[in-house]
């Protein structure tokens, strides 16, 4: 768009104006007098489309193309007597631009949503896995003393004292594949809602 709209001001056809026109009777005085006037109105018209994108917001894209076409209005009603206009298609790819902005405009904070999103997401895998890492190395330090003291036993011929101290040994054995399962599943999902009245307006939420 942006070569587009270069080309066609290289090529001065952004702007027509009157062909016929004479200042004290001097049609080349006339011309060099429409030229300027059409330079200046269409300077007024891009500074104002310039300043239009940038500061537009994609919740005020509508707003901001009716304020660019009373800009050309505006033009057209003051270089009337000269027939100064700015060209239909250079005004529409100045709305264009508008429009493509407002897009790109929304895909920014898309993308900054899912890299906070991702970075929040990286925030409490860590935090879990460090909670597990804890976690396993009590039950480890535990299932150690239990094997200890079940070698003892067995060394002993206390029966009854094994097959109670194997079943705490089996239940710690059990912990310590459920934190191991757990650890694997960390990247469990989120439902997020995100409501912006500024974007989406007053009845619109975005789930994700």
Not at 29 to 35: D, I, L
Not at 130 to 146: D, G, P, S
Not at 161 to 186: C, F, K, M, Y
Request: charged share 30%; hydrophobic share 35%.
């Amino acid at each position: 768009i942006k070569d587009q709209t270069k080309a066609i001001n290289t090529a001065g056809k952004a702007v027509h104006s009157a062909t016929t026109w004479t200042v004290n009777g001097s049609a080349q005085k006339g011309t060099a007098m429409v030229r300027e006037v059409s330079k200046l109105m269409l300077r007024a018209y891009n500074a104002e489309a310039d300043s239009c994108v940038r500061t537009l917001r994609p919740h005020t894209l509508q707003t901001t193309m009716t304020r660019l076409g009373k800009s050309r209005d505006t033009i057209a009603r003051l270089g009337k007597t000269m027939n100064i206009e700015i060209d239909d298609k250079y005004h529409r790819l100045r709305l264009l631009e508008l429009e493509l902005t407002a897009d790109y405009l929304v895909k920014q904070e898309e993308e900054k949503d899912r890299v906070r999103v991702e970075r929040e997401r990286q925030r409490e895998e860590e935090a879990a896995r460090r909670e597990f890492e804890r976690e396993k190395t009590r039950l480890m330090k535990e299932q150690a003393q239990y094997s200890i003291a079940l070698a003892q036993l067995r060394a002993a011929g206390d029966a009854d004292g094994v097959t109670e101290l194997q079943a705490h040994l089996d239940q710690v054995n059990q912990s310590i594949q459920d934190v191991d399962r757990r650890a694997a599943n960390t990247r469990a999902g989120h439902v997020y809602i995100i409501s912006n009245v500024g974007s989406f307006g007053e009845t619109m939420v975005k789930i994700g």
